[in-house]
């Protein structure tokens, strides 16, 4: 079944994964889980089960950028959804496509790359 019309990868969002995988060997199928469910719910039911937050301050009208807080990951065992992944991704809603465009441990990095989100989509 397709969720959504398009699911796209920034260059940088690969790198970030390719980076974690190898510490959370989990993390591919536990992104495939995440946007079947969450995504699912937030962008196509209305359900907020308050994992998902709209990104604000960017300055940039279209797409809307969203952080996500809760992201199950099976390696961090015992963590549930507050494994401390964190994922960064527009959602185009006219034309139903998902953007990933970072993706970190909270451990790692505190913030998103505001710069990342501006170089691709700001003026």
Same mark, same amino acid.
């Given at each position: 079944?397709?969720?959504?019309?398009?699911?796209?990868? /920034? +260059?940088?969002?690969?790198?970030?994964?390719?980076?974690?995988?190898?510490?959370? +060997?989990?993390?591919?199928?536990?992104?495939?889980?995440?946007?079947?469910?969450?995504?699912?719910?937030?962008?196509?039911?209305?359900?907020?089960?308050?994992?998902?937050?709209?990104?604000?301050?960017?300055?940039?009208?279209? +797409?809307?950028?969203?952080?996500?807080?809760?992201?199950?990951?099976?390696? /961090?065992?015992?963590?549930?959804?507050?494994?401390?992944?964190?994922?960064?991704?527009?959602?185009? +809603?006219?034309?139903?496509?998902?953007?990933?465009?970072?993706?970190?441990?909270?451990?790692?990095?505190?913030?998103?790359?505001?710069?990342?989100?501006?170089?691709?989509?700001?003026?």
């Amino acid at each position: 079944m397709k969720i959504f019309d398009k699911i796209k990868y /920034l +260059p940088e969002f690969d790198r970030d994964m390719k980076k974690l995988i190898q510490r959370y +060997p989990s993390l591919q199928a536990d992104l495939r889980i995440f946007i079947d469910k969450q995504l699912y719910l937030y962008h196509k039911l209305n359900i907020d089960n308050k994992g998902i937050f709209q990104l604000s301050g960017l300055k940039i009208a279209y +797409p809307k950028f969203y952080k996500a807080k809760k992201f199950a990951c099976r390696y /961090l065992k015992g963590k549930g959804v507050l494994s401390g992944i964190r994922i960064i991704y527009a959602y185009y +809603p006219d034309k139903d496509i998902i953007e990933f465009i970072e993706i970190y441990y909270k451990g790692d990095q505190q913030n998103e790359n505001q710069n990342r989100i501006l170089s691709h989509y700001g003026i």
